[in-house]
């Protein structure tokens, strides 16, 4: 299998380079998050810094997620555009991300559920170097394990256009 690879961009800088060392320190602030009450949330919003500012808070709302390991097969992750601008939502061209801790397959089956959409366009551009989605991803490798990934970088997008996009994808639990 051809594997379309879209390289990590931020590791070394926002989060630790080194797999053992990536997976420590995410381990390290899963483990040291406070444990709420299990919750089955269908969304959640996570701060997207690098991890010494925004690590802990991130890993206090992944932490009790734990639980649900094994039964969430796609995750939907959106986060702003920073260094690229685009109107509406884009998604990468390439069918997996990498991450030190390993490759996270896109969902083709959420892609061709979507792509049809005006205002969903398909730039590696915007993802080249964009941190918004990719800090989020260790975290949900070591929370969540195996797991396909919709990553879509929002840039000008109305509302209403998000909601269309996220309506599409929601069903199920």
Do not use: C
Request: charged residues 15%; hydrophobic residues 50%; glycine residues 8%.
């Amino acid at each position: 299998m051809n594997i379309n690879l879209r390289p990590a961009a931020v590791a070394g800088m926002f989060y630790p380079e080194s797999a053992a060392a990536l997976a420590k320190e995410v381990g390290r602030m899963l483990s040291d998050a406070a444990q709420r009450p299990r919750f089955r949330p269908k969304a959640i919003i996570v701060p997207h810094a690098g991890y010494v500012y925004s690590g802990t808070v991130a890993a206090g709302i992944y932490a009790p997620l734990a639980a649900l390991r094994g039964t969430i097969q796609r995750i939907v992750l959106l986060g702003p555009t920073h260094r690229v601008a685009i109107d509406g939502l884009a998604l990468p061209a390439s069918s997996a991300f990498a991450t030190p801790l390993g490759n996270v397959p896109i969902d083709q089956l959420a892609v061709d559920a979507i792509k049809d959409m005006p205002q969903i366009v398909v730039s590696d551009a915007v993802h080249a170097q964009e941190h918004s989605l990719e800090v989020q991803l260790p975290f949900l490798q070591s929370v969540f394990g195996d797991f396909s990934l919709l990553p879509l970088a929002v840039g000008r997008a109305t509302p209403t256009q998000v909601a269309d996009v996220l309506e599409r994808l929601w069903g199920g639990d």
